[in-house]
């Protein structure tokens, strides 16, 4: 039965403060609101596991731990726009970890999901991964792409249901015709 080797990294992850911004959805923040996301961020840092599958071609799985989906699943109910944050900070770690393994994901926005094989699915469940049949993995905080990177949207899984390929172009829309 072939496996891919499963590799567990730990790369020093930088807070970026303009990504955590852009996903939080937020023009500004006081400084006691970023000292609050960076005491999080310092909190749940060791809980992000990032794993390469594969030698020279692979995957590349970043997820994080259930107890901190749970934490934020408590803060919801009493206070959405916190829980909101908390959400935007999970991905902007998720994202930081990507763009600093691959930098061509900063460039192209996009982490292209590969399409679910016998191999993959057996080589992420050793560490406790699942891959459906739908591109989707077994944890609310995560991601899984080619690694080495691949060239976004053409490989993507994902594609025929991707929100960004399949909104209606907007050109022209506040330059109407003179």
Do not use: H
Not at 58 to 77: C, H, N, Q, T
């Amino acid at each position: 039965m072939k496996l891919l080797e499963a590799r567990k990294i730990d790369p020093q992850i930088s807070f970026d403060l303009p990504t955590y911004m852009a996903l939080a959805q937020t023009g500004d923040l006081d400084g006691p609101e970023v000292a609050e996301m960076l005491g999080y961020w310092e909190q749940w840092s060791p809980a992000l596991s990032i794993y390469i599958f594969g030698r020279k071609k692979g995957y590349l799985a970043v997820f994080m731990d259930r107890s901190v989906e749970e934490k934020i699943d408590e803060i919801w109910p009493d206070s959405p726009s916190k829980g909101f944050k908390l959400q935007a900070l999970v991905q902007t770690m998720i994202t930081c970890a990507l763009q600093e393994l691959i930098p061509s994901i900063g460039r192209d926005q996009c982490a292209p999901v590969p399409k679910p094989n016998k191999i993959m699915k057996r080589s992420l469940s050793r560490v406790g991964l699942e891959f459906s049949n739908q591109g989707t993995l077994n944890y609310k905080y995560s991601t899984l792409t080619f690694y080495p990177y691949k060239n976004g949207c053409q490989v993507c899984y994902l594609a025929p249901t991707c929100p960004k390929l399949n909104l209606p172009r907007m050109e022209g829309l506040f330059n109407p015709p003179s």
